[in-house]
């Protein structure tokens, strides 16, 4: 795989091309302590060049010191992805999910369909407030293995319905498209519920059926 | 080049200054009062500094506490970390408290200072004696004008602002002047507060570079913003809090306060606490009256 670092702030991003092709790009966002040479094995048929990126404190990006992880942080790696790659297809799984859900609505112009599918971090953490407990210390990292802080800050991190639903209405009223989102999960975490009964959400559908619909649009 | 320099009546720099590693972020710690008192955590809010509480903590150090404040990360003296977070926040505040004591202490803290300490109160209740919180007590926001296709916009443009700021985050820089127009600037978002209170903060909390003075504060970092928390989160640990504690508001409403009225407050406060509501103070209550407030913050924790 060809990869292109990509700085966004103090943060080294790594966006590895998957597979070149012709036509527009899909982008590949894994899911909660997966990296983007793991989402790469994901079979899809897709004429376009392929991309997977490394969120902060995954695979290959660089680790940050002290945690202060969200998934808004996370958005914004996938924003600083887009501009590179340009307008694209994305595909996220379990915490990619999310991620690709969150850039659809914010940059509706950019993501051409987002595909949700199944996989780690997923459900992510409270849907109000809760009993809280203080992590002090993440322990260490091992060899390359994600940073601890992400694995514990982004499986606590709040995903309100009313939050979620106003950025799948972002998405539909931004993007021009019927359907931006797409959802093929198994599973349904309140997020995922709250979206799934918002117009412009394809439900029941399999992954490279929406891929087929959104290389058409 | 020798900075330019302020003085404030009344206005005491630390008696004694640390670096903390909280995990990988360097922290500076400031302490007012003799090492041997009893501590007492000053916290203070967003975008401020602990040099903030240079009339208020001598006060409270008076009465016989060894004061302790520190920046938070990415602001004043501490490192500009690569990400931050509510719960980072609490992390490295527990962090500088359990490197002072492992008994519980009181903790007086300032508006978003405040909701965090709310949080670890809840959480680490064995860590917090008693909490004062000053116009920390955030409600629902409200924007009762706005109708709901023009708030989506507003949040659009909102969310599309904060990402391209992203892209430019690493080569941000705070923008230089005189140590006068930094006061100035900071005069808009606390317009309460004294020219002269205003000048001495440029020389705590700004820095003084060939081309002027610039704010420490961490230029990736943003006032405002988006997010899924909820402010009414904190109302609803607030209720549950057991230890005393005490909740200051002021009925002018300010560019960096919380817009928290009175009736939004009293119904989340908890059944060991009261609320005293201070009429005409804006939202820095212990800077706009120092002497009143730390009395009456000596009186509650006596």
Known sequence: MNTVMLQHNKVTLALHEV????????????????????????????????????FTGHGDSSVPAGGGYSSEILMADADIALRHIGEATVVGRGLGAYIAFLIAGARPTLVRGAVLIDGPGLAGGAIHATSNSEITSGGDRTGTTPDPWALIELSRDARPPTYTTTFARLAVSGSGLADPIAVTCKVSPPWVEAIRAEPGVMIDITLQDALDIYAGV | MTPETRSYPGAERPTRSYRHNADGVDLAVYEWGAESNPPLFLVHGGSDFAGT???????????????????????????????????????????????????????????????????????CPYRISAMVNIDGMPSKRRMPDVPDHDQSRLLADSIGSWLDFRHEAAASERKPGTLVDLAQRRGKMNPRLSVEWLEYLVTIGAQQDADGWRWKLDPTMRFGGFGPWRPEWASLRMAALTMPFLGLLGTFDEPMGWGARPRDVLPWIPSSGRLEVLEDIGHFIHIEEPERVSKLILEFLS
Do not use: C
Request: net charge negative.
């Open chain 1, 19 to 54: 597979r070149p092709g012709t036509g527009r790009p899909l982008l590949f966002l894994h899911g909660l302590g997966e990296s983007a040479a793991m989402m790469s094995a994901l079979a899809v048929d897709w004429d376009g060049p392929v991309w997977a990126l490394d």
């Open chain 2, 53 to 123: 509480f240079d009339v208020f903590a001598p006060l409270i150090a008076a009465a016989g506490y060894r004061v302790i404040a520190w920046d938070h990360r990415g602001h004043g003296d501490s490192e500009h970390a690569p990400l931050y977070g509510w719960d980072a926040d609490i992390r490295d505040a527990l962090s500088v408290m359990s490197a002072t004591t492992n008994k519980a202490a009181p903790v007086i803290a300032h508006s978003k200072g405040g909701a965090l300490m709310m949080q670890l109160a809840d959480s």
